[in-house]
């Protein structure tokens, strides 16, 4: 069965873009309930542990150099079948690909620099969830 809650993340492009209130507001406009934000910047471990998963992929010291960059805008969302919806709403990773009017579609510069992180399972969107959040701050 689906959950109800996914992780998300708006990426330093879009937020050094001015783009947080935008992409916020398509997220609510979609039937999604922010449960927890904040803003915060990243440092290079932190975007290593974050991303450890990939470590052994060769654009892991890439990925965390720009994750650390510039502020990030990360995000607990609730809705029904929320991971599949999400991934729908922000589009292809390509934003050459993404959908018209996705996320990626509207706000992304590149497949590197593609505006917005989205969980990709239930059991992901927990565990990126509580690495960003406390429990006393999910709403």
Do not use: W
Not at 87 to 116: C, Q, V, W, Y
């Amino acid at each position: 069965m689906a959950g109800n809650r996914t992780f998300t993340m708006i990426k330093p492009d879009a937020v050094v873009a001015n783009n947080v209130g935008a992409i916020t507001k398509l997220i609510e406009e979609a039937g999604f309930r922010i449960v927890a934000l904040k803003k915060t910047q990243l440092t290079q471990e932190l975007a290593g542990q974050f991303y450890a998963v990939h470590k052994e992929r060769p654009f892991y010291k890439d990925l965390c150099a720009y994750m650390s960059s510039g502020p990030i805008v990360p995000m607990i969302l609730e809705k029904a079948n929320a991971v599949e919806d999400f991934r729908k709403l922000i589009g292809a990773t390509d934003p050459k690909k993404a959908e018209p009017g996705t996320i990626r579609n509207l706000f992304a510069k590149s497949i590197e620099a593609n505006a917005i992180h989205g969980s990709d399972s239930d059991g992901n969107a927990e565990i990126e969830g509580n690495f960003f959040f406390s429990n006393f701050e999910k709403f």
